[in-house]
């Protein structure tokens, strides 16, 4: 390993997991190429549609089940009580004891989480612009996907890690934190 890069900087080749890294992060990338190959380029839209959504779905699978686990220890799934019919979520994060996250793998993992909803939102706002509300459909399904993966790791670490990850990456300060603290708490307050 080379002495000029620390721990905790955006290399791959610092991961203590870097294929679980490289495809988490292929299919962060790839349904938004997709899109905006797809409405740059064709007028296919159904092809796009389901390519995309098929993206979309691997990219909610992986992070969910593989990728948040081994990267930074942390699960989430929703219960469904078979008597009652109350679904519940559950969070779960590994010990610190037992698992040490490297920071590489945390950082790499918070960025990409907090920032594809981000560019969806903003492909969001292209559509509308652009009058193209076929599209927008596709990007709707593609923000409920990762807001609420977004929203459950956020939850699964409590608040303090991430907010504070994503905040010192995407803008250094406590603006980021304060505001996805409270969407977060918020939204899960009921339950």
Known sequence: MDQNQQQ??????LSSHPITLLCYLGFRISSLLV????????SN?????????LLLAADFYYLKN????????LRWWNEVDGQTGDSH???ESSDPAVKVINATDSRFFWIALYSQPLLWVALA???IFRFEFIWLT?????????VTNTLAFSRCDKFGHASSLAGGALSGGSLATNVATGMIGRLFSRS
């Open 8 to 13: 905790g900087a955006l290399s791959w080749r």
């Open 35 to 42: 899109y905006l190959f797809g409405i740059l380029f064709t």
């Open 45 to 53: 839209f159904v092809l796009i549609f389901i390519i995309t959504i």
């Open 66 to 73: 593989i990728a948040g686990r081994r990267l930074v220890g």
């Open 89 to 91: 979520w559950v969070f």
């Open 125 to 127: 706002v292209v559509a």
């Open 138 to 146: 596709l990007v709707v399904i593609a923000l409920s996907l990762t």
